[in-house]
């Protein structure tokens, strides 16, 4: 019992100490979607990978198209041919249904590792600058705003302008310092 007491008294004593170095830490947040949707950066990255889902939607509806005009015509031709060609017109449709389908498949997988690779790019390159701003503003730590378990945060804390318009800067900076395209020779007359 006395042990017990002598336990409760070290910790009462203890927690002024251990509240007071915990507020020295300073706290923010970012909200890490917004640095995307609205960073130079994360702008260029969502065009390339919409660019590459229209890309692939074209070929599909193409692939789609080919195989109304398949059954179409198995449909309008059916009582006059013969039961071989409609047996093969119809096997010709199940695989273009097949190759739809693999399509499909196969384009859900590109465009994930396409996000995924585009993501892994934008996080090499905003890591630094938001390390920058975090040792700047003595922050002892900073949380993704809605993917961190927090419930709530102050709007005094959440620092995503400032990552914004640093990462944006930087991938300017960075942009204005790299070597400039070839340019094509000009004709001689």
């Given at each position: 019992?006395?042990?017990?007491?002598?336990?409760?008294?070290?910790?009462?004593?203890?927690?002024?100490?251990?509240?007071?170095?915990?507020?020295?830490?300073?706290?923010?947040?970012?909200?890490?979607?917004?640095?995307?949707?609205?960073?130079?950066?994360?702008?260029?990255?969502?065009?390339?990978?919409?660019?590459?889902?229209?890309?692939?939607?074209?070929r599909a509806n193409k692939m789609q198209e080919d195989m109304k005009a398949l059954d179409s015509e198995i449909n309008t031709k059916k009582l006059s041919l013969s039961e071989d060609k409609l047996a093969d017109l119809q096997k010709q449709l199940a695989d273009k249904q097949v190759a739809l389908q693999r399509y499909g498949q196969d384009a859900d997988k590109e465009l994930g590792e396409a996000r995924d690779k585009e993501l892994m790019t934008l996080e090499t390159k905003i890591k630094p600058v938001i390390d920058q701003i975090g040792k700047e503003m003595g922050?002892?730590?900073?949380?993704?705003?809605?993917?961190?378990?927090?419930?709530?945060?102050?709007?005094?804390?959440?620092?995503?302008?400032?990552?914004?318009?640093?990462?944006?800067?930087?991938?300017?900076?960075?942009?204005?310092?790299?070597?400039?395209?070839?340019?094509?020779?000009?004709?001689?007359?």
């Open positions: 019992m006395k042990k017990a007491l002598i336990s409760i008294a070290i910790a009462a004593l203890a927690m002024p100490v251990f509240a007071q170095t915990a507020t020295q830490g300073r706290l923010a947040v970012i909200d890490v979607q917004r640095v995307l949707n609205t960073s130079v950066a994360g702008k260029a990255a969502q065009d390339r990978l919409k660019k590459l889902q229209d890309d692939k939607m074209v922050l002892a730590a900073i949380f993704n705003k809605f993917e961190s378990g927090l419930v709530y945060a102050s709007d005094a804390i959440d620092i995503t302008d400032t990552v914004i318009k640093r990462f944006n800067d930087s991938t300017q900076a960075a942009d204005n310092t790299a070597p400039p395209a070839a340019q094509p020779a000009a004709k001689k007359q």
